[in-house]
């Protein structure tokens, strides 16, 4: 048995065929004619585009064209003047070979992505690498990447597999993905998990263990390959397998059925998301609409803050996308333990009990209004909602409106629309929130339980600190008596709450949240379907 990462889900029993690029190998050479040198480069970029073209296009027929945009970034590169720019005054100024300038290019590219703090971001230096090695192919007269003529039931081998690797497989017969290298986030996973075939990625030498026809187990649930399995092992597997799939099988009906309890309450199951894409695996996963969009993701990985342009497109793309379903929109919540390398925060001794989120949006309305201006701008497109974060007293909301009714008032008198009733509602995630939960209900159109944070303030246990977690208890009856009295003091009030934390997708959570009455559970799309059906069977 081989351990790996657990990248998908699921159970393939098959037969390995291991995918090895025919490694090229560069070195520098001097040259005379820089010309000439130039124009071979920008011949091969050219192939090199042309092949990607089409290979983009035969994903999106396969994948859809959101799982295939991968190849728009590929083509950026080709695009971007300073990635080719940098590989010609590199010919020029030292007078060497396309094939060596172009490796420096893309190694200086790799060392970029290498050091940025984001794991997405990193695992990006697969792509620069993807489209470097198939210039090189080019440069070299090679195929890139093909495999040979595969058979039925094939679990692919490889060291990594890059977009234009999977964009060539021939789906239909491929069965899983193991990898050498990569991470949940790498694009093997993330290719896999858009397939629904298993994968285990990170397994250092599987391509050294395996040969081609060898018979396989790969577990993607445990994050485990077997090779050559006994009888007893493969009866096993073929039970577990058949387990696995029936359960999606069931979970996959449920994805256009409006939940209810088995009493007839109606549920919302709803998704979180970072990204506006994010709102397309919520729509795929059946989701009633989107219960939190983190907004200060649209402020990291850049140099500036984002125009109200920038984040009206952003907005707008996810209400509309989402129709007549809501979307639940927070205020940007930065501070803590998330910073912009842009805005300089001073240090302080407790980040978490600092500066954050909307206490430091109150005092920076330069930052704060041009967000609220986009959010109702976008509120004309569908049925958007405002929620501001880290609420800690009545005070803090009033002034949040008192500032959202001046935009609406600028964007009035500009012409622009927005809609006037727009909800507005708060995150419960400090116990002063949910103590006074009565007196906010009044105010608020609705409440979004924070649990991520109020668990960790209820019982002052940071949520980074691994040395606490065993203190971090969403079941603690503390949290739950929070939880409770915010859940009555809405309803008290005709008001409805919500749950964004993740303990709204905890399996043993949920049925204690329906039984105090939580009207709406958000939480990250892959739980959806699972939660959907805890409802449906309470
Ligand atoms: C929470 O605190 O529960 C929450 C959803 O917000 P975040 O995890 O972004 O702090
Ligand atoms: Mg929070």
Known sequence: MIKGISASKGYAIGQAAIKSNEDIIITETKINDVAAEKNKLSVAI?????????????????????????????MMFLDDPEFTGMAEASIENNM??????????????????????DEYMRERGADVRDVGDRIQSNLAGKSYGKMDEIGENTIVVARDLTPSDTAQLDKSKVIAF????????????????????PAVVGMKDITARVKNGDNVIADGCEGI????????????????KYEFEKERELLKKLVNIKTRTKDGKRIEVVGNIGKPEDVNKVLE?????????????LYMDRDSIPTEEEQFQAYKYVT?????????IRTLDIGGDKKLSYLPMAEEMNPFLGLRAIRLCLGRIDIFKPQLRALLRASAYGNLKIMFPMISSLDEF??????????MQELKSEGKAFNEKLETGIMVEIPAAAVCADELAKHVDFFSIGTNDLIQYTIAADRMNEKVAYLYNPMHPAVLKLIKMTIQAAHAEGKWCGMCGEMAGDENAVPTLLEYGLDEFSMSASSILNTKKLIINN
């Open 46 to 74: 050219e192939l090199t585009r042309k092949q990607l073209n089409i290979i983009s296009q035969k994903a999106e027929k396969e994948v859809g064209k959101d799982n295939s945009s991968i190849f728009e970034s590929h």
């Open 96 to 117: 060497i070979n396309a094939e060596k300038a172009l490796q420096d290019v893309v190694n200086e590219y790799m060392g970029i992505f290498a050091a940025m703090d």
């Open 178 to 197: 193991l990898t050498d290298i990569g991470g949940r986030t790498s694009h093997t996973a993330i290719m896999a998990r858009t397939l629904e075939i």
């Open 225 to 240: 390959v077997i090779l050559n399995p006994d009888k007893k092992t493969l009866d096993e597997y073929k039970q577990k």
């Open 285 to 297: 996963n059946g989701g009633d609409g989107v219960g939190l969009f983190r907004t200060e993701f």
């Open 320 to 328: 509309q996308k989402m129709g007549d379903r809501p979307v639940v």
């Open 398 to 407: 009033l002034e949040s409106k008192r500032i959202l009714k001046e935009c």
